[in-house]
C-alpha cells in the first residue's frame, strides 16, 4: 500500500505508517500510528526490494487509492505509468476486482484515461474539461505523427485544421 508505493519511489505521503500485507490465517497486529496491517487470502505477486518482499506497484497503487485524495491518489499511478514501472492494464484488471474500494468509480476512470495515453495531470485535465465539449471532441488523442524520419505522440490533433495540441511541458518529452 503506501508503504509500497514508498518502496518504489512512487509519490507517498510522507510520514505514513508502515503498512504491510499478511495472509488472512495470520493475525499480525498492528499499532497505531506506527503500523497497519492488511490481510488478505490471495496470494501476492511481490518483488525484492533491498531485501523485503513488496506488492507490485500496481497494487501498491490501486490499493493505496482510498488512503488518499485527489492529485495524491492519482500521482502514483501518473508516474508509475510513465517510468514503466506499471501497467495500467494489469491496474485495471486489479482494480475491476474491487468491487468495493472507496472511489472505484474514479479508480477506472483514471486507469480508463491513463489506458488511452494520458501521462500528466494537464492532460488529465485537457481530455476531461477542455477537449470534451462539442466542436472539440472530434479530435484524435495519443496520435502517432510521422516528422522526417521521427516519430512523436501528439495528446490531441484535428487532421482537417493540421493542428497538433501538446498539453504537457518539457519534463514529460524525451528532449526540448
Not at 18 to 42: C, D, F, I, S, W
Not at 131 to 149: E, H, I, K, S
Amino acid at each position: 500500500h503506501l508503504t509500497g508505493l514508498g518502496m518504489w519511489e512512487l509519490p507517498a505521503p510522507a510520514p505514513a505508517p508502515l503498512h504491510v500485507t499478511a495472509y488472512n490465517p495470520r493475525h499480525p497486529r498492528g499499532v497505531p500510528g506506527e503500523l497497519v496491517v492488511h490481510r488478505t487470502l490471495l496470494p501476492l505477486d511481490a518483488r525484492t526490494i533491498d531485501g523485503l518482499a513488496v506488492v507490485r506497484p500496481e497494487v501498491a497503487a490501486v490499493m493505496s487509492w482510498p488512503l488518499l485524495c485527489g492529485s495524491d491518489q492519482r500521482a502514483p499511478l501518473l508516474e508509475g505509468n510513465r517510468r514503466r514501472l506499471l501497467s495500467p492494464a494489469r491496474a485495471a484488471a486489479l482494480a475491476e476486482k474491487m468491487v468495493y474500494l472507496k472511489g472505484i468509480k474514479q479508480l477506472r476512470e483514471l486507469l480508463g484515461l491513463l489506458l488511452a495515453g494520458c501521462e500528466s495531470e494537464l492532460e488529465l485535465w485537457g481530455y476531461t474539461d477542455v477537449f470534451n465539449v462539442p466542436g472539440l471532441d472530434d479530435a484524435q488523442r495519443q496520435t502517432v505523427l510521422r516528422v522526417g524520419n521521427r516519430n512523436y505522440r501528439i495528446d490531441v490533433g484535428y487532421e482537417a485544421e493540421k493542428l497538433a495540441v501538446e498539453l504537457d511541458g518539457r519534463a514529460y518529452h524525451a528532449s526540448p
